[in-house]
């Protein structure tokens, strides 16, 4: 089975521009969750979704959004982009959200000048 | 509010070593402790997870012990190998919330 996948890869953005980032879950997963890594902060929970509908929300301004469509794959969009958005996100998937086990993609590296 | 706190931030063993990574949760909703490892420039691994009902989970070098009544758990690397350097991380999970992530702990084993 192939694993999560997310692109693009690498991005880089200045700021107020806004971006859109990509993520294919593992096929028969339908919960896809969203985290920010920094060196700073670790790895903080942006939200979940299931079955196209947000599920969980961490504690992010509402510059953060998301949506999953009806395959299952995710986007997430950060709109008025600030030099603290750089960061590596990830996306995990899981078969539902009463199912624990996360699986990860190799994330976005995204970088506001 | 960081409800898994991990220790410590870094460690350095030498190869055929033990390291040892501790974690401490206060929610006792948590009833899944799983632990990630990542790679520089990847995205963390599922390791080895634990549910509390257990005390103890081996898995080949790597195993868990967890310890219900403190709220801690820990990850033991037996015979670290420098293949072993990586940033490792204990998480907990809550039916029907998030994953909560410590807040990672950098390895490196020498040779």
């Known amino acids: 089975k192939a694993g999560v996948t997310q692109t693009p890869r690498y991005l880089i953005k200045t700021r107020g521009q806004q971006v859109t980032l990509s993520c294919s879950p593992i096929?028969?997963?339908?919960?896809v969750s969203w985290y920010q890594q920094t060196p700073g902060q670790g790895l903080q929970f942006l939200f979940e979704?299931?079955?196209?509908?947000?599920?969980n929300k961490g504690n992010f301004p509402g510059r953060f959004s998301g949506r999953q469509f009806s395959n299952s794959r995710s986007e997430m969009n950060v709109s008025t982009l600030e030099l603290g958005d750089s960061a590596l996100y990830l996306c995990?998937?899981?078969?539902?959200?009463?199912?624990?086990?996360?699986?990860f993609g190799p994330g976005t590296r995204l970088t506001v000048l | 509010q960081q409800q898994v706190k991990q220790s410590p931030q870094s460690l350095i063993v030498q190869k055929g070593g033990i390291s040892i990574i501790n974690c401490a949760y206060e929610?006792?909703?948590?009833?899944?402790f799983p632990w990630y490892q990542q790679f520089p420039g990847k995205g963390p691994a599922l390791l080895i997870a634990?549910?509390?009902?257990?005390s103890e989970k081996k898995e080949g070098r790597f195993t868990i012990s967890f310890n219900k009544s403190a709220k801690q758990f820990s990850l033991h690397i037996m015979d670290s190998q420098p293949g072993d350097s990586a940033t490792y991380f204990c998480?907990?999970?809550?039916?029907?919330?998030?994953?909560?992530f410590g807040g990672g702990t950098r390895v490196l084993v020498k040779p």
């Open positions: 995990a998937s899981r078969t539902s959200t009463g199912q624990d086990t996360q699986y």
């Open positions: 096929s028969g997963h339908r919960s």
């Open positions: 979704y299931f079955s196209e509908t947000q599920r």
């Open positions: 929610n006792t909703a948590f009833d899944y």
């Open positions: 634990i549910r509390p009902d257990v």
């Open positions: 998480a907990a999970f809550a039916a029907g919330n998030k994953l909560t």
